[in-house]
């Protein structure tokens, strides 16, 4: 299973998810969308990430970035395609790498300029071009473009057609003119006015009414097989086949359904939630849901008629159709009010309702890591105030020693920040300059090569520092924290084991906080990780030392020897029990022999 400091919150948002097909958008710490992608059952799917670890590196760090996860339910998957290629088309996310020429959608552009250019393009340039799509069949947009050459004679070259150029002559005409594919408007052999009558045709086309193409498609097949060209008749044939496809399936809801905006509403308590649904030419290409607070006891109608306008007015939608679940009064003049009973309509506003839900419950599970948060701000303002800090102790650092009679001392540091552990920072320190059982000397020491570190790197320093230990291990702190210069920029408390007693610099009087207080509780608990993660690390230096020592102190017996014992019996114990021409299979006869002897 892939890591991530955010497991149980994203485990509870895909509980939540439905086994429905839909769009799915994953979010890291910054709020910035980093995935986006489509499922056939969302919550099958973007369960998948979490449940192992996958074979691309990249997806494995993908996710352990992942810090939210939201969704968008639709019809069907190849609804999700198309939506899935819009969402990553306006984000752009850094892990789709699906956003490649050969991965994405086309879109058939008619350019701004005089003489449009129509084309074929994958990149869309807001330059006030006109964009029809996106296609999910290139063959079909293939066809389009093979239908509208064939039927109006457009130009193809790059060139700034002015007025002012064409009348001096500055263009001559190419080949794509004396071939018949071009009327060389370039040389003013078409008026301006009669190539924008072509442009609107295709325009129109482009937005949904193939019947002159299919008519003129019909026509030349029969035309071709009367001629006894089967060949070139069965190759329309297949064109027509292809648009009668692109007129069903190719786009999200009925492409009948043109620049209508949808609205559902969900309210408990304390809000209503309204999602909106834009449709154009057939395709969603906007979803978006918002979240009133009610202040007064508002009508579900008020509340829908106070979102539409908000969300109206913030897309600068030009709607002529709105869809909602119950009657309203509209105040928009020249705008038709629907409420679908039946048929694709009703599907759209049902589809919006699902999203409502969905969103509706995914803010009752931020609510409750809001919740949490709020308990861990309570925490920190309590302790601010109960150890006179200067800020809100976030960062709390905390630190122990831990050795037996001198031998292998080792330190601890564990960090808490939000007043919880913070695994991810704790760290370990080997005592190098202190020379038997010196607690004061080596918390001086271990002080001195965190923060002198942490100076280094640029890092960020905590606002509170805690020493397990009382007057003397606090002054051994201070004094490293002086040679750094931090003495007095950084708060610092020790907290002695007996009375639980908390020593602050230059005071020679303790603190004594009440037992059930969640400052002390907090101490406590720093206190008691710091002593166990050093513990911890003691003992596995302790059972290191003791595992070479004991086979070190046989005769005869060098570092190599050791090595290969522990690496085939694992431990002095086994090694032990093993039989003489156990031991020997290792290390030969003479060396086995003195092991055997050396423990029986």
Partial sequence: MIKNKNIDHLKSLISALPE???????????????????????????????????????TNIMVRKISEIRHIVVNTE??????????????????????????????????????????????????????????TSVKMVKTLMDMIRSLYKLRTCNLNLNQEAILNGKFKVCLEYHIGNCKAPCVGKISQEEYNETIQAIRNILKGNIRMVTSHLKSKMTDLAEEFKFEEAHIIKEKLELLDKYQSKSTIVNPSINNIDVYSILEDEESAYVNFLKVVNGAIIQAHTIELKKKIEES???????????IRQKIFSTAKEILVPFDIDLPYSGVKCLVPQRGDKRKLLDLSLRNVKYYRLEKLKQGEKSRKQSHSDRILERMKNDLRLKDLPVHIECFDNSNIQGTNPVASCVVFRNARPYKKDYRHFNIKTVVGANDFASMEEIIYRRYKRLLEENQTLPQLIVIDGGKGQLGAALNSLGKLDLRGKISVIGIAKKL??????????????????????????????????????????????????????????????VQKLIQRFKSVDNVKKATINEISAEIGNSKALSVWKYFH
């Fill in 20 to 58: 429905e097909p839909g769009v799915y958008q994953f979010f890291d710490e910054n709020n910035t969308i980093i995935y986006v992608g489509k499922a056939k059952r969302l919550k099958r799917r973007v369960a998948s990430y979490f449940n192992k670890v996958h074979d691309n590196a990249k």
């Fill in 78 to 135: 190849e609804d999700a395609l198309l939506l899935e290629n819009n969402l990553i088309k306006k984000h752009q996310p850094r892990y789709n790498v699906l956003l490649k020429d050969d991965k994405s959608f086309p879109w058939i552009c008619i350019k701004k300029e005089n003489f449009p250019r129509v084309f074929v393009t994958r990149n869309l340039v807001k330059d006030g071009s006109e964009y029809f799509g996106p296609y």
């Fill in 300 to 310: 579900k109608e008020d509340l829908l008629l106070l979102a539409i306008t908000e």
């Fill in 500 to 561: 639980e007693e908390i020593y602050f610099p230059g005071d020679p009087y303790p603190l004594y906080l009440d037992k059930n207080s969640e400052t002390l509780k907090t101490i406590q608990h720093l206190r008691n990780e710091s002593h166990r993660f050093a513990i911890t690390f003691h003992r596995q230096k302790r059972s290191k030392a003791f595992v070479g020592s004991e086979l070190d102190r046989i005769e005869g017996i060098g570092p190599k020897s």
